[in-house]
C-alpha cells in the first residue's frame, strides 16, 4: 500500500512539475534517446581550473558518489518576510539539513508523504570539516512541489559537511496544485529562497550551527521550474519591454502580470551570495523572458543536468540558452540516456536502475558544488568533470569550453 501511495504521489508531482514551461521545438538533439556524444571532447578540462596543489581539505578526500561519514540532521520552522516594500507579509515553510552526529532518532517525513531513511529531526551537528565553516547549498523545489522533493541532494550534501537551506514556496505546493496562481509567483520564488537563507543565518539554534556556516557565498540548484528560480538568482535580466508587452496581453509571467510585478522584474531578483547555479531537469521556456542579453548578465557557473526521457524539456535547447552566459566557459552539461524528469527529484525513473540514478545524480552535483564553490581541484573531482572518470554509461558530458 505505501508502495502505491508513493507512486501516486510521484505521478501528481510530475504531472504538475512538467508542466510549467513551454516547450521548445524538438531538433535532430533534443529527441528522446539522442546522443551527442560526438560534440564533446571528454579528455578536455574545464577552462579555468588551477591544477596547483591547495590546502588539504579532508572534505575532499571523501568519495563524491557515497555517502559522507556525518549523519544527517534536519530542521524545519516557519518564516515571515516582506517580498517587497510596501507588500503584506509572506509565510514560508524553510528546510534545514546539516551534517549530524546522530544517525538514529526521529526521521523526517518530506511533504507529510515522503518519509526519509537517513534524515534524523532535531540532531546535533558535527563539527564543520575546516574551520572556515560549513559550504551551504540553497535550494528551489519545482512547480507544485515541496522543499524535501530532491530528498538525495539534501541528505547527500549533508552527509558531505554541508548545510542545506530550502524553502516551501507558499501558493505553488503540491496541496496548492488546483489552486489559481498569483502572478507574483514568478518573483516571490527567488526572494523566497533569499528570506530562507536570511532566516537561517539570523537565528540561533539548538543544532550548534550558528555562527559556523559561510553565508558570504553558497550555490544553489532547482529541480524543474526551481531551475528558473536559480537564474534569477544567479543574476539573469528579464527582457523589460517584451515582458511588459507580454503583461498587457495576458501572455506575461503567469498571464497579466501587473506594474508591480514588472517593478520587482526591472530591480532583479539576483542574490550577490549565490556563485554558481545547478538546473535539474529545467524548463527552458520561462527562460525567453531574458533573452540573450540578460542570460549574458549571468557570471556564475552553471551545471545543466538533463535527461533524454524527460518529454519536452530536452537538453540541447536548454545548453544552447545557457551559452549566452558570462561564465559558460566554467559550465558543464550532463545529459542522461533514459533519464526522466523525476530523476534528480523524487527518483523511481524507469529504465534507470535506482542505485544508478542515485550515483550520477550525487556524484556530478557534488563534484560541481566542490569544484566551483570550494576550489576542489583533486585528481578524483576533476576527473569526473572533465569525463576521464565514467561515472555511468548512460552519461554523455558536455563542457563549455
Known sequence: MALVLRTLILWVVCLASCGTAAAPPATADSTPGASHASEVDATSELQGVDTAALPTRPDFA????????????????????????????????????????????????YGQLWPSKVAVIDAGAAPPAVDSGYPVLAYSHGYSGFAGSSPWLAEHFASHGWVVIAPDHTGNLLQDHDAPKPTGLWWWRARDVSAAVDAVQG???????????????????????????????????????????????????????TDHDLAQYKAGLGDKRMRAGMLLMSGEGDAQWFGPAGMAAIDAPVLLMTGSADGGHQGAPQWKTIKDIHAFSSSLWVDVLKGCHQLFGLGLCDGIPAEEGDRIARTYTLAFARRTLLGDSTQATMQVLSGKTTVSGLVTLMTGN
Do not use: N
Open 62 to 109: 571523501w568519495d563524491l558518489g557515497k555517502p559522507g561519514p556525518h549523519g544527517v540532521g534536519y530542521r524545519t520552522f516557519s518564516h515571515t518576510y516582506v517580498p517587497a516594500p510596501g507588500d503584506p507579509t509572506r509565510t514560508i515553510g524553510v528546510h534545514l539539513w546539516y551534517p549530524a552526529t546522530a544517525t538514529t532518532g526521529e526521521h523526517a517525513i
Open 203 to 257: 537565528q540561533g539554534d539548538d543544532a550548534g550551527l550558528a555562527g559556523k556556516a559561510r553565508f558570504d557565498k553558497m550555490i544553489v540548484s532547482g529541480h524543474s521550474f526551481g531551475g528558473y528560480t536559480v537564474l534569477t538568482l544567479i543574476g539573469a535580466q528579464f527582457d523589460l519591454a517584451k515582458l511588459s508587452a507580454a503583461c498587457k496581453a495576458g501572455k506575461g509571467l503567469g498571464g497579466a502580470c
